[in-house]
């Protein structure tokens, strides 16, 4: 079956590096996906890496992925005060996971930017 | 280009009553899914649908009905309402993109308490 965790909550100093953890379990997952939720929004795509892929950078996020331990990192660099949001781990198994090509979400990391 | 469009934005219902929550999409996406999202338990999904005229259960299905006659619509029913359905609402498309990777689009939500 499949599992998402991520701790629920990182507290971090603005200017500073956030680093969001996230440990799955199904091992053919094809993809993994950053969804950012900002207070009361829906979610949106922040960034994804096929599972064939140890890393992805864009701009300030960097994705990295330990295929071996099944652990997905998400780095903010120089984080704003408008990165303050719930950051959600999603993995997408072909042919299941939530029904044909569905995501499997994790519980959401809330993401507190301290000036 | 609307995307992923939900109404009502909020709801309170009285117990036993029903109501539909609709979600419609223009992106011509195959797969639509609707999820609940309860603080602490992240997003669950609900029912899913690969395609016009097929729907199957998620994690959470209990309580609630949908349907799919058109690619764009996959409205949810609540057939009689319950304390415990007091919840966030997302409804989310998405091309069916087996080993190719497909960004799900959300809608932003429905907030629904039940009283």
């Known amino acids: 079956g499949e599992d998402v965790e991520q701790s629920l909550f990182l507290s971090v100093r603005e200017g500073d590096s956030s680093v969001i953890n996230c440990t799955y379990t199904?091992?053919?997952?094809?993809?993994l996906y950053w969804y950012k939720q900002e207070p009361g929004a829906g979610l949106q795509l922040l960034t994804y890496?096929?599972?064939n892929m140890d890393m992805k950078q864009d701009q300030r996020l960097t994705v990295l992925l330990n295929k071996k331990d099944k652990h997905l990192s998400l780095r903010i660099a120089d984080t704003q005060t408008g990165d303050s949001a719930i950051y959600f781990c999603?993995?997408?198994?072909w042919g299941s996971g939530g029904g044909a090509d569905g995501l499997t979400f994790g519980k959401g990391t809330h993401l507190i930017i301290q000036p | 280009n609307a995307g992923v469009t939900q109404t009502p934005k909020f709801q309170v219902l009285k117990t036993g009553q029903s109501m539909t929550l609709q979600c419609a999409q223009d992106?011509?996406?195959?797969?639509m899914s609707w999820y609940r999202q309860d603080p602490g338990m992240g997003l669950r999904l609900i029912h899913y649908?690969?395609?016009?005229?097929?729907?199957d259960q998620g994690e959470v299905p209990n309580g609630y009905n949908v349907s799919r006659s058109t690619t764009e619509d996959f409205p949810l029913r609540l057939l009689s309402a319950a304390p415990s359905q007091t919840s966030v609402y997302f409804c989310?498309?998405?091309?069916?993109?087996?080993?190719?990777?497909?960004?799900?689009?959300f809608g932003q939500g429905t907030r629904l308490t039940v009283v």
């Open positions: 890496i096929f599972s």
């Open positions: 992106m011509n996406h195959e797969y």
């Open positions: 649908s690969v395609g016009a005229g097929i729907t």
């Open positions: 999603a993995e997408s198994v």
């Open positions: 199904d091992s053919s997952s094809t993809y």
């Open positions: 989310a498309s998405r091309m069916t993109g087996g080993l190719s990777n497909t960004e799900a689009f």
